[in-house]
């Protein structure tokens, strides 16, 4: 079972750069496809993206272009690069990992899951 624990987050100003980072423990990160979640209050948990264990990655057009995600697995970690950030960003993020699922965007195809990290953006 691998433990998930999400850091970077912050307050910043629109059109700011942002890196938020997954570390895992307990197993692996390599084996798993790691998604990145945000929830802003009184909304569901979004779907940002999400790295595949071959590398390749998926975002909504949402954050398509401003966001990046990607592995280092020597230090069993997945980072979320997020450019350009605007007000509409701000939420908790999280990342989820997971082996297999047939719809990568809902949060609840995954198991593993960090505890969250703020991210505030303003304008």
């Known amino acids: 079972q691998v433990q998930l624990v999400e850091s970077g987050g912050g307050l910043v100003q629109a059109g700011s750069s942002l890196r938020l980072s997954c570390g895992a423990s307990?197993?692996?990160?390599?084996?798993?496809?790691v998604a990145w979640f945000r929830q802003a209050p009184g909304k569901e948990r979004e779907f940002v993206g999400i790295?595949?264990?071959?590398?390749?990655?998926s975002y909504p057009d949402s954050v398509k272009g401003r966001f990046l995600i990607s592995r280092d697995n020597a230090k069993n970690t997945v980072y979320l690069q997020m450019n350009s950030l605007k007000p509409e960003d701000t939420a908790v993020y999280y990342c989820?990992?997971?082996?297999?699922?047939?719809?990568?965007?809902?949060?609840?195809?995954?198991?593993?899951w960090g505890q969250g990290t703020q991210v505030t953006v303003a304008s």
């Open positions: 307990g197993r692996t990160i390599s084996s798993y496809a």
């Open positions: 790295s595949w264990t071959t590398g390749a990655t």
């Open positions: 989820a990992a997971d082996f297999t699922f047939r719809r990568y965007t809902i949060a609840d195809e995954y198991d593993y």
